[in-house]
């Protein structure tokens, strides 16, 4: 068994995951798990940079993880970083802070290479499941971008496109500096042309309706599926792995685009960092399954952050 630890820093969140990983079985043992909603892409669709608070926000989360993964004595520590550092003009600053307080550089990865770890790290417990039809097609819908990755065993197709929940809001439902609240309908036809001709790029790449099985990962749509379990508070093991049909999704998107923030945020299951960002992330997700003719959504809360954890692991033998 091989201690490693994985951080992934998005768009809107950074999450951390310090595990045993056994290459070998394919077994991967949680030891801690967690995540901060910290908004490092505030702005950068408009302004071209990371912003000051928001690389403050992401530094304080960076010494919080720093300290559990000095505690749990991880062998290899891995920091990835995704879309919104992708786009800064100034990505340096972000990187010298992210190895002040770890001691590792942050890679910016390329929007393919997200694509391929949320691959691995969705699929690699599915594979032997007869209920299950394959190709999988792996959608991640994160903060700035969207992965998509077509395969069976292994990626045979991948694509990012420039579409997630906190782009989208800030470009279509931010007027004066106050969110709509709730949009009009101008504003989701807005968000859905762009979704729409984001679904034709990724279609350029990845035969979209050539899957057989729709795995869903990252906060958007594991908070829908947790509004359609009717959890009265989050719980990952009942999410992972739970199969939302396509009617579902529609329904419940329909009530997120049309409710006031004062009524998303009382919904039990929903984090207060992905209160104003719910709505058009759940646009996403329902556009990606009407264009495929997915009948449901299989969530994984395995992502991104496992499929690092056992390259780490891999890159360790």
């Not at 972000?94 to 694509?115: C, K």
């Not at 599915?126 to 292994?154: K, N, Q, W, Y």
């Not at 954890?309 to 033998?317: N, S």
């Amino acid at each position: 068994m091989k201690r490693v630890a994985a951080i992934d820093c998005g768009t809107n969140s950074i999450r951390l995951l310090v595990a045993d990983a056994d290459p070998a079985t394919g077994e991967l043992k949680d030891l801690d798990r967690r995540m901060q909603i910290v908004r490092l892409g505030q702005g950068v669709d408009r302004t071209g940079r990371l912003a000051p608070e928001a690389l403050e926000r992401t530094f304080a989360a960076c010494r919080e993880y720093a300290a559990v993964i000095k505690g749990l004595g991880a062998e290899q520590v891995r920091f990835v970083a995704t879309s919104a550092s992708r786009d800064a003009e100034n990505r340096d600053d972000f990187v010298r802070g992210v190895v002040d307080i770890l001691g590792v550089e942050p890679e910016v990865i390329t929007g393919d290479q997200e694509a391929e770890f949320s691959f691995n790290g969705a699929t690699k417990e599915l594979t032997g499941r007869a209920d299950l039809e394959r190709p999988f097609l792996v959608v991640d819908i994160g903060g700035g971008s969207t992965e998509f990755v077509l395969g069976d065993e292994t990626v045979r197709a991948a694509r990012s496109v420039d579409v997630g929940c906190v782009r989208m809001t800030e470009r279509h439902l931010v007027h004066e500096g106050e969110i709509s609240d709730p949009p009009a309908p101008g504003q989701i036809a807005a968000i859905k042309a762009d979704i729409a001709a984001a679904l034709d790029r990724a279609e350029e790449t990845v035969p979209l309706r050539e899957a057989a099985t729709l795995v869903g990962l990252a906060g958007s749509v594991t908070t829908v599926a947790a509004i359609a379990l009717g959890l009265s508070q989050y719980d990952s093991e009942a999410i992972h792995h739970a199969r939302i049909p396509l009617a579902k999704v529609r329904e419940i998107t329909d009530r997120l685009v049309s409710s006031t923030h004062a009524e998303r945020a009382a919904i039990p299951v929903m984090h207060p960092g992905r209160v104003d960002v719910i709505a058009a992330g759940a646009l996403v997700l329902l556009s990606i399954m009407e264009r495929t003719g997915a009948a449901e959504v299989v969530v994984s809360e395995h992502d991104i952050l496992d499929g690092i954890a056992w390259k780490v692991a891999e890159e360790l033998e």
